[in-house]
C-alpha cells in the first residue's frame, strides 16, 4: 500500500480543513455571501498548487497536455455558451470570476485538474489505455453530476429551462475519455499525488454541499 510522501501530507493537511471549513460557512447565511466572493480565489489557489509541482519539476509534456487539455476545454465551452450545440443551453453567473466571451477562465483550469487527477487514479489501477480513458471519463461525469445542484444553487451557471441535460453528460464523457486517453498514450505522469487528492478533496466538499446546503 503507498504511503503519503511528506509534499502530499502537506496538501492534505492545508486542504482538508481549509475545505471542511467552506462547507460549514456555506451553510451559515452570514458568510454564505462571502463564501461566494472568495469561490474564484480557492479554485484558483487549489488550481496553482496543483501544478506548482509539475512546473518545478520542469514535467513539460504533462504541463503541454494541461495547456492543451485547459485550451480545448475552454474553447469548447465558449462555443457551447454561444451555440448551445456540445453541453446544452446554459449560461454562466459572476460566481467564477473573470470570464473569456462569457466563459470563466476558471471552467478550463479546473476541468483540467479534474480529468488529471482521475486519470491519475485509475492509471494506478488499470492497464488497458482505452479501460483507463473510460473509467476517468465515467468518473468525470460522476463528479459532474455531483456538483451539478450545487453549482447552480451558487450560481456558477444556470440551465435554460430548469433541466440539467443528458447532452452535458455525454459531452463530458467524450471531452474527458479523449484526454484521458492522450495522456495514457505519451505515458505522462505526475511527479506526486497533488492532483489526486485535490479531486478528492473537492468531489468531498461538493458531495456534503450536496447533501447538507441543498
Known amino acids: 500500500m503507498q504511503t503519503f510522501s511528506k509534499t502530499e501530507r502537506l496538501t492534505l493537511f492545508l ?3 481549509f475545505y471542511l471549513i467552506g462547507v460549514v460557512l456555506h451553510l451559515v447565511n452570514a458568510t454564505f455571501p462571502l463564501m461566494l466572493v ?36 475552454l474553447t469548447l465551452e465558449i462555443v457551447g455558451v454561444a451555440t448551445s450545440l456540445i453541453f446544452g443551453a446554459y449560461t454562466y453567473g459572476p ?56 453549482a447552480i444553487a451558487f450560481d456558477y451557471w444556470t440551465w435554460t429551462g430548469g433541466d440539467i441535460p443528458l447532452q452535458n453528460y455525454i459531452a463530458w464523457f467524450c471531452i474527458a475519455f ?10 505522462l505522469k505526475t511527479t506526486n499525488r497533488v492532483p489526486t487528492l485535490i479531486v478528492i478533496v473537492q468531489f468531498v466538499f461538493f458531495l456534503l454541499l450536496r447533501l447538507f446546503a441543498l
Open 95 to 150: 460566481t467564477l470570476g473573470l470570464s473569456v466571451l462569457g466563459v470563466p477562465l476558471l471552467i478550463g483550469i479546473n476541468w483540467t485538474i479534474i480529468i488529471l487527477g482521475l486519470v491519475e487514479i485509475v492509471g494506478d489501477h488499470v492497464q488497458s489505455k482505452p479501460l483507463v480513458a473510460l473509467v476517468t471519463a465515467t468518473l468525470t461525469v460522476v463528479f459532474d453530476y455531483v456538483m451539478e445542484p450545487v
Open 15 to 17: 486542504l482538508v480543513p
Open 38 to 73: 472568495l469561490t474564484p480565489f480557492s479554485i484558483l489557489g487549489t488550481s496553482i498548487l496543483g501544478f506548482w509541482f509539475e512546473a518545478k519539476a520542469k514535467n513539460v509534456p504533462l504541463l503541454v497536455w494541461a495547456l492543451g487539455t485547459f485550451l480545448v476545454t
Open 178 to 187: 479523449l484526454f484521458a486517453y492522450l495522456y495514457q498514450h505519451y505515458r
